[in-house]
């Protein structure tokens, strides 16, 4: 598997109250990526500025904070081919209504506030996010389900 990347993907509050997450993970799943690190967590809002570090003078900042402390998330790694660019198009647009039908973003939201989840922008993001998330480590293993999905 050449050019084989991980992605850090988040279903926020929205999506997790709206049980959205099987319908989320099973798209990851059937696209082909491998599923290496899971959990269900209510994060601070502590860990929220550390995540979110790169809007901290954006003035959306402190709702934004708020919101995604309101609720569980549900935090995941993924791992496959180009995972951090295929993701975001998986995702859609920040903006619900920019999204095409189709993504994940263009199938469930409205509203930029309430856009169901957050994928890593950039390889060295998701690197970030899954050390600041799954400070543990993640699971490496060998799926029996590779030959089939890559040459």
Do not use: C
């Not at 934004?64 to 180009?82: F, N, R």
């Amino acid at each position: 598997m050449s050019n084989t990347e991980r992605t850090y993907i988040m279903i926020k509050p929205d999506g997790v109250q709206r049980a959205l997450v099987g319908k989320i993970i099973q798209r990851f799943e059937e696209r082909g990526f491998k599923l290496i690190a899971l959990k269900l967590t209510q994060p601070t809002e502590a860990h929220l500025e550390k995540h979110y570090a790169d809007l901290a003078g954006k003035p959306f900042f402190p709702g934004l904070i708020k919101y995604m402390a309101s609720g569980p998330v549900v935090a995941m790694v993924w791992q496959g081919l180009d995972a951090v660019k295929t993701g975001r198009a998986m995702l859609g647009a920040t903006n619900p209504l920019a999204s095409p039908i189709g993504s994940i973003r263009g199938d469930y939201a409205l509203a930029v506030g309430r856009n169901i989840i957050h994928g890593s922008d950039s390889v060295e993001n998701a690197e970030k996010e899954i050390a600041l998330w799954f400070p543990e480590g993640v699971v490496q293993y060998t799926s029996v389900a590779e030959p089939w999905i890559y040459e």
